[in-house]
């Protein structure tokens, strides 16, 4: 008896034989020499890389074919078709009847016997005639579809055939990533983004295989989700940002709309409301919370560490159980941040007693917690997560108790520190971090945590000196896409002289979605053809 997934082979390998006999003699087999895949585009660089002389001709007679019964499997070859529509203007079916026309296909398999095990690890077959890509589940397929966009050539090639043919080197490619957390977070609070600014983040990130993107929902300038049981929240709390303007809120409807934006993007949404510190916005909207001892008042400043929740009152962790149930309800993955950071004017007493109450109500409502790495001072078990961004002390408090570390120090990991003296925005209180001072550093042996205790690398993007998507990208680009590689590709494949090239590289990529990056000139950013408007006017 022949397996599912050996008809759908069968079936594929028909597919390929009908076509190549049908077109035998028109064939054009794309001739070019050995290119090194690896060192030309592809970020984050695959695990291993074997090329071959040739080409693929994707073009208008291409088609894309998948395992028809493996969930996922068909959106992900959706996804690709988009994604090939956008860069070439090429409209190619997803599972359509083979027309006599048609050349080369695509084939995105679903296949149980790849070199590795990891849900994400994808392999990439590269022919003259087919490109397979084969993973055991959704998400590597996702992944090795984002190799593939990568490695389409920027242009078409015009000399050889009367409709324009995008060229794929062939070769094979065997990946799998180092951490199973790559994440960024954006702090929506002390600026907000609108949906439609997220989900340009969410397609930036994801072509770099990030899985996780960090929503920090809440601070002292903003409250920035609705709360169906506690109003005022986003009504008062909402009201405000840093610098006086209007600040902003995401509807319950808005939220859940990013989350299956990110879903789609195989990207899982954290969700953080900060707290017992950085709560002054919640405070103002209901001022029984407050245990500072002073009256709330909107805040649109910069200084940290002045709020706090009042820990000793049942009536917090009643408010806290409908913020955590509500915000748990909407968010399908399995983390849930509580903060935890900067709580300079909560006793140390009241923040352990605070942090063991509120871990306690997260794992309630089926949550694994996430804090800063302050969280670590209390008594709380080996499933918590802590977030180290700058106390040594307190991830080996984390490390003792047996709990996962994300690594996300300041010094090195900021999205919002200062390229240099003369950056636009941003700030420098941990450090200046160039392009080349981010991606060089191992998050595997930082400080000594040693890597099974490592969750993965997160980079967070604070919003205090950024108040629209030009500002943000111009602190996010290049950078994040350094992170990328940091957490998928290991140490040993590493290599600044080699990164640097393929970095300069993304900037047609990057051009073509209008992403104001900031060129840093140690990079000789490859020049684009076109400029963005002339791409839109086509
Ligand atoms: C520290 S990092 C903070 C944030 C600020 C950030 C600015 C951390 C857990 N707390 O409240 O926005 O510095 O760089």
Redesign the pocket.
């Known amino acids: 008896m022949i397996s599912h997934l050996n008809r759908s082979f069968v079936l594929l390998l028909g597919i390929i034989l009908i076509l190549s006999c049908e077109k035998e003699k028109n064939k054009r087999v794309l001739q070019f020499p050995k290119t090194d895949l690896a060192a030309q585009n592809m970020i984050p660089k695959p695990l291993k890389v074997i090329t071959t002389e040739g080409g693929f001709a994707l073009d208008q007679f291409t088609a894309i074919h998948t395992s028809e019964t493996a969930t996922g499997f068909i959106d992900v070859a959706g996804f690709l078709a988009e994604k090939i529509q956008a860069k070439t203007k090429l409209d190619l079916s997803v599972n359509g009847t083979p027309s006599e026309n048609q050349e080369g296909v695509i084939y995105i398999h679903r296949s149980d016997s790849l070199e590795h095990d990891a849900p994400e690890a994808y392999q990439l077959y590269v022919t003259p005639d087919s490109v397979i890509l084969n993973s055991n589940t959704p998400e590597g397929a996702f992944r090795g579809v984002q190799t593939l966009r990568q490695i389409i050539s920027e242009v078409p090639n015009d000399t050889l055939a009367e409709y324009p043919v995008w060229t794929i080197p062939t070769g094979k490619i065997v990946d799998s990533p180092s951490f199973e957390y790559r994440g960024s977070m954006l ?1 929506v609070a ?1 600026h907000f983004f609108s949906v439609e600014d997220v989900k340009k983040y969410i397609d930036l990130l994801a072509y770099y295989k990030y899985n996780v993107l960090h929503l920090h929902l809440s601070d002292d300038q903003g409250w920035r989700i609705e709360i169906k049981s506690w109003p005022k929240l986003t009504e008062v709390g909402g009201s405000t940002e840093v610098g006086g303007e209007a600040g902003g809120f995401y509807t319950q409807e808005d939220y859940k709309d990013l989350v299956a934006y990110a879903a789609k993007h195989h990207i899982t949404i954290v969700p953080e409301i900060d707290m017992p510190g ?1 709560t002054n916005a919640a405070s103002v909207s209901y001022p029984f919370l407050n245990g500072n001892g002073k009256t709330p008042e909107l805040y649109e400043g910069m200084r ?1 560490g002045f709020s706090t929740f009042d820990t000793r009152k049942d009536t917090v962790y009643a408010f806290i159980d409908d913020v955590v149930g509500e915000i748990a309800a909407l968010s399908p993955g399995p983390y849930f941040h509580i903060g935890g ?2 709580s300079h004017v909560t006793k140390k007493s009241d923040y352990i007693h605070f942090v063991e109450k509120v871990e306690k109500i997260v794992q309630k409502h089926g949550k694994r917690m996430i804090g ?1 790495d302050e969280i670590a001072t209390a008594g709380i078990d080996s499933t918590a997560i802590s977030q180290f ?1 700058a106390s040594k002390e307190n991830a080996q408090l984390a490390l003792d108790k047996g709990m996962k570390i994300i690594m996300s120090p ?1 010094k090195k990991a ?1 999205l ?1 520190m200062q390229y240099d003296t003369l950056s636009k925005h941003g ?1 420098h ?1 941990a450090a200046y971090i160039p392009t080349d001072s981010a991606y060089i550093w191992t998050p595997e042996e930082y400080e000594g945590i040693p890597m099974e205790h490592i969750l993965g690398l997160e980079a ?1 993007l ?1 919003s ?1 000196t950024i108040s629209n998507i030009d500002e943000l990208e111009y602190l996010a680009f290049p950078r994040a896409i350094g992170y990328a590689e940091l957490s998928w590709t290991p140490k040993e494949n590493r290599d600044w002289e080699n990164y640097k090239v393929r970095l300069a590289n993304q900037a047609p990529f990057l051009d073509r979605m209008n992403v104001k990056y900031y060129p840093s000139p140690l990079i000789d950013w490859k020049k684009s053809k076109f400029t963005y408007e002339e791409i839109k006017k086509d």
């Open positions: 702090d002390r950085h940290v950071d900067e800063w961004w300041a900021y919002d700030l209180w967070p604070w205090e």
